[in-house]
């Protein structure tokens, strides 16, 4: 079965892409290489042995995606990663994170639609929830207003996947994750941050490199067990794995609804704090760090509920926070090695 991942090339995208191949889907990968490498088609490889195909096409481009979908008519579902998530520079270029993240996605459904059958699997995020008032966060929560263009355009997403399936042949899974970080244990591909990172964990592992010379922890003043806000870190492999099973169920007719939704998590909070001193047991690294302002639009805590990941869709988290800061400080140390 042909399926098509977009933003394949990117940090969940290639890690996604492995698990298909592993479980025997043949994958096709659109990525425009804004954010990412062909280098890890390489990566791919060595892991499983087999080469997807790849296209280097931007889904801005409509008429490019008409062709894509020409090409590969035999394409039974499409897994939809490609998109701008930096909150800040969504906050200072509104406009390029509704083109990119908005159109491509209109792009993609007006295809799919003029198929007999359709299946896509969407990424989303548990930035629609905002604060939640409640911990840990089940998917009946509230989507409260976005507090920032990406954060927009994610809700904006499922809001639009949510009309066209009424009209259309199309099934869909909305996958909200919490914190994707680590990388795959053979560490043949990994996160790959253009620039200074904007997620703490490469943070952490750039500084543990001598890369960054402090790593800024933002607030200590939250109201919560050591001041420092709190996430719920998952490792990426996890993640991963959770796009198979989600195809798989639609593949396989098992949905019960035109849309399901689902938290993508570990259901496990960690702070700021506690992450750090996590590295620095995995790595024997002593992390130098600094107690900064909060950043604006940061909320004080965010984990996911994942009964309904673990009982409807069938899935779970495997790998401890440990586990994932080993895999992702294993990652920073090879490719600084290559460098």
Sequence with gaps: MKILVTGGLGFI????????????????????????????????????????????????????V????????????????????????????????????INTLVYLLQELQAKPKANIIFSSSCTVYGQAEEMPITENAPVQQ?????????QMGEEIITDVVKVSDINAVLLRYFN??????????????????????????????????????????????DGTAVRDY???????????VALQRLLQNKNEAKVETFNIGTGTGSSVLEVIHAF???????????????????????????????????WQAKSTLEEALASAWKWEQKIREKK
């Design 66 to 101: 008409k062709e894509l979908f020409a090409t590969y008519s035999d394409i039974v579902g499409v897994i939809h990663f490609a998109a701008s998530k930096a909150v800040g520079e969504s906050v200072e270029n509104p406009l390029l994170y509704y083109e990119n993240n």
């Design 234 to 244: 998952i490792h990426v492999v996890d993640l991963a794995k959770a796009h198979v």
């Design 180 to 225: 994707p970080i680590g990388s795959h244990p053979s560490a043949e591909i990994g996160e790959l941050p253009l620039g200074v990172p904007q997620n703490l964990v490469p943070f952490i592992t750039q500084t543990a490199m001598g890369i960054r010379k402090k790593l800024s922890v933002y607030g200590d003043d939250y109201p919560t067990a």
């Design 13 to 64: 995208g290639s890690h996604t892409v492995v698990e298909l191949q592993n479980e025997g889907f043949e994958v096709v990968i659109v990525d425009n290489l804004s954010n990412s490498s062909k280098d890890v088609l390489g990566g791919i490889e060595r892991i499983t042995k087999r080469k997807p195909l790849f296209e280097n096409i931007d889904l801005r481009d409509k008429k490019a």
């Design 146 to 154: 976005a507090m920032s263009p990406y954060g927009n355009t994610k």
């Design 280 to 314: 620095e047991k995995v790595s024997g690294q002593k992390l130098p760090y600094k107690i900064v302002g909060r950043r604006e639009g940061d909320i004080t805590e965010a984990y996911a509920n994942t009964d309904k990941a673990n009982t409807v869709l069938g």
